[in-house]
């Protein structure tokens, strides 16, 4: 039986769950509104203040759909109450980072200022060298700081460019002079 699975997930207070047909699940909450479809074959019950996900049989498929099943159930209930964060950090000499509205505007040593536009749903905020973005579906927020990071990663010899806050690079040694 898969551990997470099985795992009922608890409805904090001021959050409603409505489960439609073909497991069209709808979490309201206090942040916002997620709605998503979810596997057919999984059976999602609600019982009083908590869900149930239970598979059909054991086959590897229906195994590895139930986990996933609660966990972006949980994701969705924990994202309309407390929300998600991701904080990046730009590293560098010049590199730097502004907000212009909804523009997100980076220097990041290239010919040209790199702008990208906020996605619906979604907020970044720029503090000196951090920027974080924040928002209540799981999936957006890390998909936007992936976007973000993308622009410049950091390279391994002097770790320049945008990194997870919680990110360690493997730093390598550069190049010798002759003897």
């Known amino acids: 039986m898969s551990r997470i699975g099985r795992m009922p997930i608890a409805i904090p207070a001021g959050v409603t769950v409505d489960i439609a047909e073909n497991n069209q699940v709808t979490v309201k909450g206090p942040k916002g509104t997620l709605s998503r479809v979810l596997p057919a074959e999984m059976d999602i019950k609600l019982e009083g203040e908590e869900i149930h996900v239970t598979r059909p049989n054991d086959l590897k498929k229906m195994k590895s759909l139930h986990g996933l099943t609660r966990t972006l159930i ?4 924990i994202g309309v109450t407390e929300g998600y964060t991701k904080v990046l950090e730009v ?3 010049g590199y730097r980072a502004a907000k212009q509205g909804k523009k997100l ?4 040593g290239y010919s040209h200022p790199v702008e990208i536009e906020d996605p619906e749903g979604l907020e970044s905020k720029v503090d ?3 920027i974080t973005v924040s928002g209540i579906d799981k999936e957006k927020v890390g998909q936007y700081a992936a ?3 993308e622009k410049r990663a950091p390279e391994p010899y002097k770790g320049k460019g945008i990194k997870y806050a919680d990110e360690v690079i493997r730093r390598k040694v550069g190049k010798t002079g002759k003897k």
């Open 74 to 77: 949980n994701n969705m209930v």
């Open 91 to 93: 590293n560098g000499v």
């Open 105 to 108: 505007v980076l220097n990041l």
């Open 128 to 130: 000196g060298n951090t």
């Open 147 to 149: 976007e973000i990071r």
